[in-house]
């Protein structure tokens, strides 16, 4: 049974920094990617960082947002910085399909179908 497991929310001042984890248990990280989320009241919810199912950052790349995961902790990391009021929201971690698309010599490597969810953390910024 996968589980993800969010935390590291907070209330905090413009132009600071946070980091918010996912703690993960019954993946299979060979077969999966890792995603953060953010959605805000209101507002559609926007993919903000994503890690591939061989543990590489997949761009575009969100500036100021920086995900990573460590495999020994079996972590996954969202580090937020010089916070906006706009960042207002509540933060999520999934994990999705991982496709490998063959192209020529290369590859790269799809995610979607992001079908588990953590239950989210609030990040609030004030000016």
């Known amino acids: 049974q996968v589980k993800l497991v969010e935390s590291g929310g907070d209330s905090v001042q413009a132009g600071g920094s946070l980091r918010l984890s996912c703690a993960v248990s019954g993946l299979d990280y060979g077969t999966h990617c890792m995603a953060w989320f953010r959605q805000a009241p209101g507002k559609e919810r926007e993919k903000v960082a994503t890690?591939?199912?061989?543990?590489r950052i997949q761009y575009p790349v969100k500036p100021r947002f920086t995900g990573s995961f460590d495999n020994a902790e079996n972590t996954l990391y969202l580090q937020i910085a010089t916070l906006r009021p706009e960042d207002s929201a509540m933060y999520y971690c999934?994990?999705?399909?991982?496709?490998?698309?063959?192209?020529?010599?290369?590859?790269?490597?799809?995610?979607?179908?992001?079908?588990?969810w953590g239950q989210g953390t609030q990040v609030t910024v004030s000016s």
């Open positions: 999934a994990a999705g399909e991982a496709t490998r698309l063959e192209r020529g010599p290369s590859y790269l490597i799809r995610c979607d179908d992001f079908r588990y």
């Open positions: 890690i591939d199912s061989e543990g």
